[in-house]
C-alpha cells in the first residue's frame, strides 16, 4: 500500500472541506470526545468531501463506528489499540494505522499487521503533552529499518521545512497538524505542503 507523503490531521469536517478541495489526497478526522450522533455527522461529511475529491479519509480511534459509517480506514493510538477488536475491523475490509513511540510500542503494532506504522513526535510538539523525547531523524532511520516494506508515517512538530529531512531518513508520509491549522493562512498554508511534498507522490 502506498500513501499520499502529505498527511493531513484535522478536527473537523469543516475543516476538510477548507482544504481537501485544494488537493490533498489523505486526511485524517481526529476528534476527541464527542457524543456519537456529532461523530456520525462530522464522519459523513468529511466522507462525502473525500469521496468527492479522491482523498482517502482516515478515521482517528473510533473504529465501531468507522465499521457502521462505512469508511475504509482507522488510525488507533496504542491505548485504542488496547481496547479494540483488530479481527473486526479487519472483517469489515478497513485498514488500519497505528501510532508508536518507543520499542514496545512497535513490537505491539506489529502483532496488529497494521497497514502502516506512525512514529512520533519527531520533533517537539505543542498539539499535545508527551510522555516521550522528540525522536528526532535518525530515529526514523530506525524505524523504517525495522518497519521494512510497511509505509512509515512521521509526526510531532513537521513544517514544510523540516520534511526534506523527514523523508530523507525514509519515512513515505510526513503529518501535520498544527503547522496547517495554527496558520494565519492556512490555505497557503497546504498548497506549500502540496508543493513541497509532489516530488515524493
Given at each position: 500500500m502506498k500513501l499520499d507523503p502529505f498527511y493531513l490531521i484535522v478536527?473537523?469536517?469543516?475543516w476538510i472541506e477548507r482544504l481537501v478541495p485544494l488537493g490533498v489526497k489523505l486526511v485524517q478526522l481526529r476528534i476527541k470526545d464527542q457524543e456519537e450522533a456529532l461523530l456520525r455527522?462530522?464522519?459523513?461529511?468529511?466522507?462525502?468531501?473525500?469521496?468527492?475529491?479522491?482523498?482517502?479519509?482516515?478515521?482517528n480511534d473510533y473504529w465501531r463506528l468507522a465499521i457502521e459509517e462505512d469508511c475504509d480506514f482507522v488510525h488507533l493510538g496504542q491505548e485504542d489499540l488496547a481496547a479494540a477488536d483488530v479481527k473486526a475491523?479487519?472483517?469489515?475490509?478497513?485498514r488500519l494505522g497505528l501510532s508508536t513511540?518507543?520499542?514496545a510500542e512497535l513490537e505491539t503494532a506489529f502483532q496488529a499487521e497494521p497497514d502502516y506504522i506512525a512514529l512520533g513526535p519527531i520533533y517537539p510538539t505543542i498539539l499535545k503533552q508527551m510522555k516521550w523525547a522528540p525522536q528526532g531523524l535518525d530515529r526514523i532511520?530506525?524505524?523504517?529499518?525495522?518497519?521494512?516494506?510497511?509505509p512509515l508515517v512521521a509526526?510531532?512538530?513537521?513544517?514544510?521545512?523540516?520534511?526534506?529531512?523527514?523523508?530523507?531518513q525514509g519515512a513515505e508520509s510526513a503529518a501535520v497538524v498544527t503547522d496547517i491549522t495554527r496558520n494565519?493562512?492556512?490555505?497557503?498554508r497546504a498548497l506549500e505542503w502540496l508543493a513541497?511534498?509532489?516530488?515524493?507522490?
Open positions: 478536527d473537523s469536517a469543516a455527522r462530522e464522519m459523513r461529511a468529511s466522507k462525502a468531501v473525500c469521496d468527492r475529491h479522491g482523498c482517502q479519509l482516515i478515521v475491523i479487519r472483517k469489515a475490509g478497513l513511540h518507543d520499542d532511520a530506525v524505524w523504517k529499518q525495522r518497519v521494512g516494506k510497511l509526526i510531532g512538530g513537521l513544517t514544510v521545512e523540516r520534511i526534506a529531512g523527514v523523508f530523507a494565519a493562512r492556512p490555505e497557503a513541497a511534498t509532489s516530488r515524493w507522490r
